[in-house]
């Protein structure tokens, strides 16, 4: 924990309180309220957690202000510039930036546990076929909990690694098949001879009929979207696993409960509501229609992509992104794609607009991504599925993370009640 040498004092109806301050590396500092309740006999309030840090990490940290992310300290420019995404699975799952040596030995790892177990094949025939890929993921990495039985025990240090590494391996598998069988198409085996980026593309492309050739390009955006989308901090979906963990519940149902989470538009399912909002804009002239709506207090529209809970600047991620998408798009000779034209206009008026200025919204991570992978001949479905592919080394870090942090306690959080008070029942003859 880090150290503590002042306090701040609470006082209610003249009676004073103490509660330590701890100043963290960086960011803001934080009260300790723990011992809030016993001392005085109150609850703090903060639905939606927006003033409330509820565990000490050394992952992810994000400066909201300056639009900067860091992972373990490296911004997330730099890496997704010079790192690739099983580099940064490792540095976020171990600390530091690997060794040539430990590198290799960790893609090795990596790459021989892609295949699930065949059985697990089953699961996917349980849906129905228009299912959404991402209720299939929920269930399958779920059910991934009834076959790696020698990988659930969160009390053995060896487990927790076999589950992180086999969790980060299969990921892709299960995405591609999800897609696969959504498209009634039979589903395609992970390749040892192929990189983590490449092989999704071949497992959710390929079909037996013919030979697939991965594209470079698509592989090194596919996998700097894989980077950009690893971690951030405390968000929806890994508090979520994390207060899923707390309670003892094995790795597989954690992340299972991560991608659920993710799933909501407000959070994961923006990029898929993005593009679809994209498409309903059309043309360049209907812009303002959508920014008024999304003004408009009385009509619940937002614009997707638009705004964060941390950001009040841009979003580094949208940054890279909207670069990586001129790119992407010039290279794949989609000229003039209407919806990055779209986007990029609809980022220029609103980002003058005093709305959107006065309530610091910005383009987010999700502005930008739904194109590329659009481009890259995803439909919409999957897009929140690319998200947990890259997301659960992120859950899989804080879950690590939080198992060994001696302070975790079962998150049981309080509340204010607002209901009835203790009455006696009435016979329904005197109702
Ligand atoms: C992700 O937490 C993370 O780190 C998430 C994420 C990650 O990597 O894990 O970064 C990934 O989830 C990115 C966010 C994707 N979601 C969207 O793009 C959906 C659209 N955005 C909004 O729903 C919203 O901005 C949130 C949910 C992202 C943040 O909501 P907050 O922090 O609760 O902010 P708020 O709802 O209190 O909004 C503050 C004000 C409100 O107006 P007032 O009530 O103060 O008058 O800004 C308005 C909101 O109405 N507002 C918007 C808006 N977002 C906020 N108005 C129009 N369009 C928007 N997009």
Redesign the pocket.
Known sequence: MADTTRTATLTIDGQSFDLPIYSPTAGPDVIDITKLYGKAGVFTHDP?FTSTSACESSITFIDGEKGELLHRGYPIDQLAEKSHYLEVCYLLLYGELPSAAELEKFEHTITHHTMIHEQMHNFFRGFRRDAHPMATMVGVVGAMSAFYHDSTDINDERQREIASHRLIAKMPTIAAMAYKYSIGQPFVYPRNDLDYASNFLRMCFAVPAQEYVVDPVLSRAMDRIFTL?AD??Q???TSTVRLASSSGANPFACIAAGIACLWG????G?NQA?LEMLKEIGTPDRIPEFIAR?KDKNDPF?????????YKNFDPRATVMKQSADEVLDLLGVENNPLLQIAKELERIAVQDPYFVE?K?FP???FYSGIILEAMGFPTSMFTPIFAVSRTVGWISQWKEQLADPAMKIGRPRQLYTGETLRDYVEIENR
């Not at 538009?265 to 994961?268: D, E, L, R, S």
């Open positions: 939606g989308h951030h901090e968000n929806a979906s538009p407000a959070h994961g923006a993005c999304a937002r614009l997707m992509g638009f705004g964060h809970r941390v309530k919204l987010n991570v999700d």
